[in-house]
């Protein structure tokens, strides 16, 4: 439906839209936002990690200057947990009780005319405790074990058979330490109430989640609650649950009458809103002599907190990633008195893939076969599970293309064998995959007599570019310049659509602004159905194409009209048309719905006398599907493999093993990669689009970092013939 000229509106590297609004300032972040009357919250925390709190006194901070309230579980009211949702239950309501179940858990918030006084008077707060032994270590006998929650543990064929045919087999325990999300914005909110209705400025990833909450908690219909998010300051999954913060800056905005704002510190963000989950797996994977896989067995276990329910399956990848005929993977979690963990960039595949593309890395090894070859004899054609045909796979053209680019071909496979003077030389390779993701979403676009047009959805834009490929995207839809198209987002109040999180949004939301921008195509035609003046007199939607800001005839440009011409001769202003989008259905399709692949080579230099590592250079090949914008896709990649390096060498929350305090709770403690840090990087996209989706996208926000801290490791090894089972690779274990 659309032509040429449209669509050269997708594809090319189009600058961010919302570039100009953030390189000057004028990008209203949470935090920015300041309302008539406005007064501060700060939090007040728990210094054990278990136990109970004996009594907590307030006189001080309540007479201390300027504060308005302070509230706690003695003075809190009743809250309902939040729901359910799709990325599974909500987090404890706070103030609920005097049971303490980890270090830093809110026990009180002080509301006061100024931060400065608020962050005074919480330290006024005085808390009696009457502690318990916390359990803090993975393996305490005494932790309650939690298994399978979910149901995806997965058996294929006979395990037992399959280790018995194998000529060889690998595997050992891996494990991958805690880490902390850090965007640069820090997580606030902003929460005023007016009679029975609230309005929310808040650092979120999934507003509505946050509107249906809040409303549920508070007890108040949806319609009076309103949560706006058109900008935030990354997220990485911080913004996808609505942690306790949030409702508390709610309770004492209704509490003390006034619009209240709460800003979390850097250290209260590694207690507040989530973190990856450390992981320890057991692997074993068997082959024949030529390299065909027999058997793999991957089990994963993680903690989880004691009040909680969020389930990372670091194990499933195993299930999908290779044509092998026996597969038993399992999970299981164990319950600690531990922050609660949530979603962090590539969550589960980033531990799973690191122990899996590992062990395959060891096998190739062992085999003496080329690691890219064994992974090319084992290509799973069809989906392994479901035995249907993936709805697009080019994996095979990203080892291929990206090797040749890398030029992989120069790796001398004996571990220690390449040198650059005192700098040892490693190659390693990872392949990656991030499973589909999809859930239903709305869209609205209108067409105004100017010949301009506006889009809008709830959803939000992290940082990932989301603005710019859905503005991209109706334009060509609509056959317009890509300046006449406004995209609105980041509220509530407008058509529903899912998290920014998952690598599902672009997959939603592209397809609801579709179906959107085709019924009002359509909306135009029934205009003019019966129209004696106009070109496209009974003309169907299939019949014509959109250019120029014009409707015509397929094949016949000159036989069309302008929409500005048919919304002024029939006297309107505006026409309008929502739409909305609807996962794929597998089976109905006779198709698995693919995820993005992709594969990440990896040159590394380390030195042996000062156990220094370096990454020098990474080639990531990449089947995201049809790429909006090669721009903010290649951005995606490059930001996903920063991270990526980040979980190899840098990132590790360090909790004391007797208090459960987190050690490095701050940047200059807590590690992360610095453009020193940072290679030179190549990006390329391979394969085409998806046929499961009307656009064709598949969603590139996790599959950069995956497959990074196994392919920095495997070229350690290739480097120094060490192999590296736990994350992040640190001097200690590099010195030779």
């Known amino acids: 439906m659309t032509t040429l000229e449209a669509a050269r509106a997708v594809g090319p590297g189009l600058d961010r839209v919302d570039a100009p609004m953030k390189t000057t300032g004028r990008a209203p972040y949470p935090n920015d936002f300041s309302l008539p009357g406005m007064v501060h919250a700060c939090l007040v925390h728990s210094t054990i990690a278990a136990g109970r709190v004996r009594a907590i006194d307030t006189t001080a901070a309540e007479t201390a200057p300027g504060v ?204 507040a809103v989530g973190h990856r989950p450390y992981s320890a797996q057991q692997i074993r994977i068997g082959a024949t002599r030529t390299g065909e896989l027999t058997a793999i067995e991957h089990e994963g276990v993680s903690p989880v907190a004691m009040d909680d329910d969020d389930y990372e399956p670091v194990s499933a990848c195993s299930a999908v990633s290779y044509a092998c005929p026996n597969v038993r993977t399992r999970d299981r979690q164990v319950r600690l008195n531990i922050p609660c963990p949530g979603s962090m960039r590539a969550p589960a595949e980033g531990q799973g893939n690191f122990a899996l593309e590992s062990a395959i890395d060891e096998l190739a090894h062992e085999l003496g076969i080329d690691p890219l070859e064994l992974r090319l004899r084992n290509y799973a054609e069809e989906h392994p599970l479901l035995g249907l045909p993936w709805s697009s796979k080019a994996l095979r053209e990203c080892y291929l293309q990206g090797a040749e680019r890398f030029g992989w071909s120069r790796r001398d496979p004996r571990p220690g064998s390449m040198r650059d003077g005192r700098w040892l030389i490693g190659y390693g390779l990872a392949g990656v995959s991030y499973p589909h993701y999809q859930v239903p979403c709305q869209a609205r676009a209108s067409l105004h007599r100017d010949g301009s047009a506006d889009v809008r959805s709830a959803a939000t834009d992290i940082g990932t570019g989301t603005y710019t490929i859905i503005t991209q995207l109706s334009a060509e839809l609509l056959g317009l310049d890509v300046s006449r198209v406004h995209f609105d987002l980041g509220d509530s109040d407008m058509p529903y659509a899912p998290q920014a999180g998952g690598s599902g949004l672009t997959g939603a939301l592209a397809g609801a602004v579709h179906a959107a921008c085709r019924r009002l195509v359509q909306e135009f035609l029934d205009v003019v159905r019966d129209d004696p003046d106009s070109p496209l007199r009974g003309a169907a939607l299939d019949d014509v194409a959109v250019s120029q800001g014009r409707i015509h005839r397929i094949g016949n440009p000159d036989q069309g009209e302008s929409y500005t011409d048919i919304l002024t001769r029939h006297g309107l202003e505006e026409l309008s048309a929502d739409g909305r989008s609807t996962p794929p259905q597998p089976d109905a399709a006779g198709m698995a719905t693919a995820g993005a692949f992709g594969a990440k080579f990896v040159e590394v230099r380390v030195d042996p006398d000062l156990g220094l590592l370096r990454v020098t250079r990474v080639v990531s090949a990449i089947d995201g599907g049809r790429i909006l914008n090669e721009k903010t896709a290649t951005s995606q990649i490059v930001g996903g493999t920063v991270g990526g390096i980040g979980q190899a060498m840098f990132e590790e929350t360090a909790t004391d093993a007797g208090t459960g305090r987190i050690a490095n709770a701050t940047f200059g403690d807590y590690l992360v990669p610095v453009n020193a840090d940072v290679p030179d990087m190549e990006v390329i996209f391979v394969g085409g689009p998806d046929r499961a989706t009307p656009v064709g996208t598949k969603g590139v926000g996790e599959i950069g970092l995956v497959g990074v801290a196994a392919a920095v490791a495997n070229a350690v090894h290739h480097a120094t013939g060490r192999r590296i089972r736990s994350l992040p690779i640190t001097i200690d274990q590099l010195m030779l």
Do not use: C
């Open 68 to 271: 308005l309230a302070v509230i706690t579980h003695l003075t809190a009211p009743q809250l309902e947990r939040g729901p359910m949702t799709l990325l599974g239950p909500s987090p404890p309501a706070p103030l609920q009780g005097d049971r303490i179940l980890h270090y830093g858990q809110h026990l009180a918030v002080v509301v006061a005319a100024s931060p400065e006084q608020a962050r005074h008077a919480a330290g006024l707060v005085r808390v009696d405790y009457e502690p318990a032994e916390p359990l803090l270590d993975l393996h305490d006998p005494r932790a309650a074990v939690v298994t399978n929650p979910w149901g995806l543990d997965s058996d294929r064929g006979d395990i037992a058979a399959g280790f018995a045919a194998a000529d060889v087999v690998v595997g050992g325990s891996y494990t991958t330490p805690d880490n902390t999300n850090n965007p640069l914005g820090l997580m606030s909110t902003v929460a005023a109430w007016n009679g029975d209705s609230l309005t929310v400025h808040d650092s979120t990833q999934w507003p509505h989640n946050v509107r249906t909450t809040l409303a549920a908690v508070f007890k108040i219909p949806e319609s009076n609650v309103r949560v706006l998010a058109p900008y935030v300051g990354g997220g990485f999954g911080a913004g996808l649950r609505v942690w306790p913060h949030v409702i508390l800056t709610v309770l004492a905005a209704r509490e003390v009458g006034k619009p209240v704002k709460l800003v979390l510190t850097r250290p209260e963000m590694f207690t």
